[in-house]
C-alpha cells in the first residue's frame, strides 16, 4: 500500500525553475535513501541526486550548482529544487525511495513519474 505521489513538474522557459515535491505514504516504518532519478526519451535513466537519512546528498555532474535535494521526514517527503533550467533537463523524473515496512528489509519505491519540459 506504499505510494509515492509525485507533483511540480511542467513547462517553462529555459533559465527557470520547478520544485519537485515526492510524499511517500502507506504503512511505513521508515525510510533512509531517497533520491530523483529522469529519464529522457531515447536515454537511459539516471540518477540525478539523492539523499540520506541523515542528509548527505549526491548530484549528477550535470546538476551540480543548479539543483538542490532536501527532505522533511516528519512528512515523508522528497523535493527537488530546479533552477537555471536547461533543455537538456528535459525529462520524464521519477521519485525513488528505501522505504521499510513490517520487516528489517528496505524495498525500493518509484512514483509515477512527472513530466519536466524545458524550453528555448
Known amino acids: 500500500q506504499v505510494q509515492l505521489v509525485e507533483s511540480g513538474g511542467g513547462l517553462v522557459q529555459a533559465g527557470g525553475s520547478l520544485r519537485l515535491s515526492c510524499a511517500a505514504s502507506?504503512?511505513?516504518?521508515?525510510?533512509?535513501?531517497m533520491g530523483w532519478y529522469r529519464q529522457a526519451p531515447g536515454k537511459q535513466r539516471e540518477l540525478v541526486a539523492d539523499?540520506?537519512?541523515?542528509?548527505?546528498?549526491k548530484y549528477a555532474d550535470s546538476v551540480k550548482g543548479r539543483f538542490t535535494i532536501s527532505r522533511d521526514n516528519a512528512k515523508n517527503t522528497v523535493y527537488l529544487q530546479m533552477n537555471s533550467l536547461k533543455p537538456e533537463d528535459t525529462a520524464v523524473y521519477y521519485c525513488?525511495?528505501?522505504?521499510?515496512?513490517?520487516?528489517?528489509?528496505?524495498?525500493?519505491?518509484w512514483g509515477q513519474g512527472t513530466q519536466v519540459t524545458v524550453s528555448s
Open positions: 539523499i540520506t537519512s541523515e542528509d548527505t546528498t
Open positions: 525513488n525511495a528505501n522505504i521499510k515496512k513490517s520487516s528489517s528489509i528496505y524495498y525500493a519505491y
Open positions: 502507506g504503512s511505513i516504518f521508515s525510510i533512509n535513501v
